[in-house]
């Protein structure tokens, strides 16, 4: 089992700034990747973007350049930093690893944290 917890939402004017962090517990060993997702209001939750355990990122197009994902090892945390807010960043964000343990693997997920731009 892996566990997530993420902190460091809230409500930021637009254009502003804001960083994310979450905490990576349990089988951390068994994590391959690790990301951040958001879901937005009536809209399906999506990828915003991920590290893989070599450091290689991914990120959606539409935050490209205002999103930054790092992962500290030492901490077992992933931040993310997120820059020029948007109206449209608002949403839940959400902390999520994909892990694989005895052959099986599993995504896990952390309970999501409120991020609201304000215009």
């Known amino acids: 089992q892996v566990q997530l917890v993420e902190s460091g939402g809230g409500l930021v004017q637009a254009g502003g700034s804001l960083r994310l962090s979450c905490a990576a517990s349990g089988m951390i060993f068994s994590i391959n990747v690790m990301g951040w997702y958001r879901q937005t209001p009536g809209k399906q939750r999506e990828l915003v973007a991920r590290i893989t355990n070599g450091g290689i990122t991914d990120y959606a197009d539409s935050v490209k350049g205002r999103f930054t994902i790092s992962r500290d090892n030492a901490k077992d945390t992933i931040d993310i930093q997120i820059d020029n807010l948007k109206a449209e960043d608002t949403g839940v964000y959400y902390c999520?690893?994909?892990?694989?343990?005895?052959?099986?693997?599993?995504?896990?997920w952390g309970q999501g944290t409120q991020v609201t731009v304000s215009s």
């Open positions: 999520a690893a994909g892990a694989t343990w005895n052959g099986e693997s599993r995504n896990y």
